[in-house]
């Protein structure tokens, strides 16, 4: 990509920003580099390229450092550190964060600052691991582009233009654009994918359960789940670890240890006897597959690497998953109206009040017009018709059994195949403001994505390639039975470094530099 | 299946409360419309003997002993509160005037 006279910054041969967390903890920990100038060279490529891309909402560059001088300071003193101990990560703005304002990207919470810290940023400091500053999203988590973010749409790396996906758009541009090393995403629909297939980056959502959602801001509580966002499969299992775990705080956390994710990912490249599932109906949009030919070719081509591997690739039939987009589009807005009732301004969010002496009811209705934008009111109102008397049976009731069957249909699909693969994403990234009058159009991203959610079972987007008719990237999908996300990083490990060698190189390595804009 | 017309619109937003501006409503009510028509497609594939799923996982209640244990300041419940005064939350009227 031609810079035309524009400045570019950063990408200097040995940039800091330019390892992976993997690299960032041996160089920590044979004394190479200090956390100090880790923290600092990706603080000052988030104060050279943040305002081109909007990633970040909020850095905290003082609580970072200070952080990083500890783990210095206690490494020089010879104690033994976590493995990623002073390597910094980035937050999406869903997590709260003690002492830093958490908005989740609305203007209801635009000057929320919590008192306490979501038990995922617990473990990150446990881990002794500096905290960036918070990331950018759709509001609430609604949205697949990131544009529905009260504070402005978050730019894609590969092209300033096009959105970062969503809603986890902001956490995504920070790893892919090396504002940070690692990110932390929230994924109901695909949120932590997504974005992650069309920013070039890795993005594993886990198994429903595996890590805690304490002090995450809930949209849909039955299909929420928080996982981490990274360059590569190795990076993500350093920092899944980290989160994952029984957390007593929450009650849907599931009583068991992390999987072995870690060992997976950096384990035996061989796929050996592994059956890899193409679901038939993934991406079926009921009129045709929502899929981009350039997406279809390089998912070919990664099934091609696969056999390669020594995995075997069947057919497998999932027929109720093209009612799934349908589902979710119930039960998430039914789940959301729910949760987001607590946000009635009378202790804590935006408060507008009307003129005259007006009731609690009539500052809340007033509040919720004002500080909700249009997707978030939207989806409170679908999910309170769904929900209301009379409709309850006809949607919400139905919905929930659509869900029992494409429960049943991954069942049937993991007795004939380990994994189960597809293209990530329909489409690579488009541009921004090309989808926002068209709800129907925004959903469809996430269509591949969804039926996991729904069923709970973990799913990984891995890079695979970029597309030939306009050179952005493409993810392809991993999904593997619940309590099973091992088997994601070992084939996600395996496909990465065998794609890695055939396109002669990693895809985050061949992004363009970005433009200096202000 | 469905007819969603401008007035259920209003209605479900009262019922949220959500007080919508009318290019709101007139906005919202042909999206939700197309939206609610395209959902009802779940009617087509559940049986009746299809039992419903609201969870992915069996959900148990959890609880935890019955102690006293510290919990937040009221100065920190408190600093979050669009409005608060003498150590409470302040809230509009709640009962009419009558």
């Given at each position: 990509m031609e810079s035309t006279g524009m400045t570019t910054a950063g990408n200097t041969t040995g940039d800091l920003t330019r390892l992976t967390a993997l690299q960032m903890a041996d160089a920590l920990a044979a004394g190479e580099v200090t956390s100090v100038e880790l923290t600092q060279a990706h603080l000052d490529r988030i104060e050279a390229v943040n305002p081109s891309l909007n990633a970040f909402l909020l850095v905290d560059a003082d609580g970072a450092l200070a952080t990083a001088r500890e783990v210095d300071e206690a490494r020089a003193r010879g104690e033994e550190l976590p493995r990623l101990a002073g390597v910094p990560v980035a937050v999406k703005d869903i997590a709260c964060t003690r002492g830093l304002t958490t908005t989740a990207g609305s203007r209801m919470l635009a000057d929320f600052v919590p008192p306490y810290d979501a038990t995922i940023v617990a473990r990150l400091r446990d881990a002794r691991m500096p905290i960036l500053g918070k990331t950018n999203m759709d509001e609430f988590a609604m949205g697949s582009s990131t544009e529905h973010s009260a504070f402005g749409p978050t730019r894609n790396p590969w092209d300033l233009d096009r959105i970062p996906g969503g809603s986890g758009g902001g956490s995504a541009a920070a790893v892919a654009g090396f504002l940070a090393p690692l990110a932390i995403g929230s994924d109901t629909g695909g949120s932590i994918r997504q974005p992650g297939a069309v920013t070039g980056t890795v993005g594993v959502k886990p198994?429903?359960?595996?890590?805690?959602?304490?002090g995450v801001i809930a949209l849909a509580s039955s299909l929420d789940q928080i996982g981490p966002c990274a360059r590569t499969v190795a990076d993500a299992a350093l920092l899944h670890e980290v989160l994952g775990g029984h957390d007593?705080?929450?009650?849907?956390?599931?009583d068991a240890p992390v999987p072995p994710v870690v060992a997976a990912a950096t384990g035996t490249r061989d796929l050996t006897g592994l059956r890899v599932g193409v679901v038939?109906?993934?991406?079926?949009t009921g009129e045709g597959s929502a899929f981009q030919p350039g997406v279809i070719q390089r998912f070919e081509e990664a099934l091609d690497q696969l056999r390669e591997l020594g995995a075997t690739v069947v057919e497998v039939s999932c027929p109720h998953f093209v009612y799934a987009m349908a589902a979710y589009y119930l039960i998430l807005p039914s789940e959301a109206s729910s949760n987001l009732?607590?946000?009635?301004a009378m202790r804590y969010g935006a408060r507008t009040t009307p003129e005259g002496s007006p009731s609690a009811e009539q500052v809340m209705a007033a509040s919720r017009d004002d500080a909700f934008g249009d997707e978030v009111k939207r989806r409170i109102i679908l999910g309170t018709y769904a929900l209301s008397s009379g409709y309850y049976d006809a949607y919400y009731g139905q919905a929930q059994k659509v869900r029992t069957l494409i429960a049943r249909d991954f069942q049937a699909a993991f007795e004939q195949a380990d994994v189960l693969v597809s293209p990530?994403?329909?489409?690579?990234a488009f541009r921004i403001?090309?989808?926002?009058?068209?709800p129907m159009a925004m959903y469809l991203n996430d269509i591949a994505t969804i039926p996991a959610n729904l069923a709970g079972v973990p799913g990984m987007s891995i890079p695979s390639g970029l597309a030939e008719e306009d050179g952005l990237p493409v993810g392809v999908q991993i999904l593997a039975p619940a309590m099973e996300d091992q088997r994601l990083y070992a084939v996600g490990a395996a496909l990465e470094e065998a794609l890695r060698q055939a396109q002669g190189g990693y895809v985050f390595e061949k992004a363009p530099e970005i433009e200096v804009r202000s | 299946m469905s007819n969603l017309s401008r007035d259920d619109v209003a209605h479900v937003a009262m019922l949220a409360r959500i007080q919508l501006e009318d290019h709101e409503l007139d906005r919202l009510a042909g999206q939700l419309d197309q939206i609610v028509d395209w959902v009802g497609q779940v009617n087509e594939v559940a049986a009746d003997d299809v039992p419903p799923m609201s969870h992915p996982l069996p959900l148990v209640n959890v609880t935890r002993s019955d102690e006293v244990r510290p919990s937040l300041s009221q100065e920190d419940a408190l600093a979050n509160a669009p409005a608060a005064e003498d150590g409470r939350f302040g809230v509009p009227r709640i009962l009419d005037e009558e």
């Amino acid at each position: 990509m031609e810079s035309t006279g524009m400045t570019t910054a950063g990408n200097t041969t040995g940039d800091l920003t330019r390892l992976t967390a993997l690299q960032m903890a041996d160089a920590l920990a044979a004394g190479e580099v200090t956390s100090v100038e880790l923290t600092q060279a990706h603080l000052d490529r988030i104060e050279a390229v943040n305002p081109s891309l909007n990633a970040f909402l909020l850095v905290d560059a003082d609580g970072a450092l200070a952080t990083a001088r500890e783990v210095d300071e206690a490494r020089a003193r010879g104690e033994e550190l976590p493995r990623l101990a002073g390597v910094p990560v980035a937050v999406k703005d869903i997590a709260c964060t003690r002492g830093l304002t958490t908005t989740a990207g609305s203007r209801m919470l635009a000057d929320f600052v919590p008192p306490y810290d979501a038990t995922i940023v617990a473990r990150l400091r446990d881990a002794r691991m500096p905290i960036l500053g918070k990331t950018n999203m759709d509001e609430f988590a609604m949205g697949s582009s990131t544009e529905h973010s009260a504070f402005g749409p978050t730019r894609n790396p590969w092209d300033l233009d096009r959105i970062p996906g969503g809603s986890g758009g902001g956490s995504a541009a920070a790893v892919a654009g090396f504002l940070a090393p690692l990110a932390i995403g929230s994924d109901t629909g695909g949120s932590i994918r997504q974005p992650g297939a069309v920013t070039g980056t890795v993005g594993v959502k886990p198994t429903y359960g595996g890590v805690s959602r304490y002090g995450v801001i809930a949209l849909a509580s039955s299909l929420d789940q928080i996982g981490p966002c990274a360059r590569t499969v190795a990076d993500a299992a350093l920092l899944h670890e980290v989160l994952g775990g029984h957390d007593p705080l929450d009650s849907t956390s599931i009583d068991a240890p992390v999987p072995p994710v870690v060992a997976a990912a950096t384990g035996t490249r061989d796929l050996t006897g592994l059956r890899v599932g193409v679901v038939r109906e993934i991406g079926d949009t009921g009129e045709g597959s929502a899929f981009q030919p350039g997406v279809i070719q390089r998912f070919e081509e990664a099934l091609d690497q696969l056999r390669e591997l020594g995995a075997t690739v069947v057919e497998v039939s999932c027929p109720h998953f093209v009612y799934a987009m349908a589902a979710y589009y119930l039960i998430l807005p039914s789940e959301a109206s729910s949760n987001l009732a607590r946000y009635d301004a009378m202790r804590y969010g935006a408060r507008t009040t009307p003129e005259g002496s007006p009731s609690a009811e009539q500052v809340m209705a007033a509040s919720r017009d004002d500080a909700f934008g249009d997707e978030v009111k939207r989806r409170i109102i679908l999910g309170t018709y769904a929900l209301s008397s009379g409709y309850y049976d006809a949607y919400y009731g139905q919905a929930q059994k659509v869900r029992t069957l494409i429960a049943r249909d991954f069942q049937a699909a993991f007795e004939q195949a380990d994994v189960l693969v597809s293209p990530t994403a329909p489409t690579t990234a488009f541009r921004i403001g090309d989808k926002m009058q068209d709800p129907m159009a925004m959903y469809l991203n996430d269509i591949a994505t969804i039926p996991a959610n729904l069923a709970g079972v973990p799913g990984m987007s891995i890079p695979s390639g970029l597309a030939e008719e306009d050179g952005l990237p493409v993810g392809v999908q991993i999904l593997a039975p619940a309590m099973e996300d091992q088997r994601l990083y070992a084939v996600g490990a395996a496909l990465e470094e065998a794609l890695r060698q055939a396109q002669g190189g990693y895809v985050f390595e061949k992004a363009p530099e970005i433009e200096v804009r202000s | 299946m469905s007819n969603l017309s401008r007035d259920d619109v209003a209605h479900v937003a009262m019922l949220a409360r959500i007080q919508l501006e009318d290019h709101e409503l007139d906005r919202l009510a042909g999206q939700l419309d197309q939206i609610v028509d395209w959902v009802g497609q779940v009617n087509e594939v559940a049986a009746d003997d299809v039992p419903p799923m609201s969870h992915p996982l069996p959900l148990v209640n959890v609880t935890r002993s019955d102690e006293v244990r510290p919990s937040l300041s009221q100065e920190d419940a408190l600093a979050n509160a669009p409005a608060a005064e003498d150590g409470r939350f302040g809230v509009p009227r709640i009962l009419d005037e009558e």
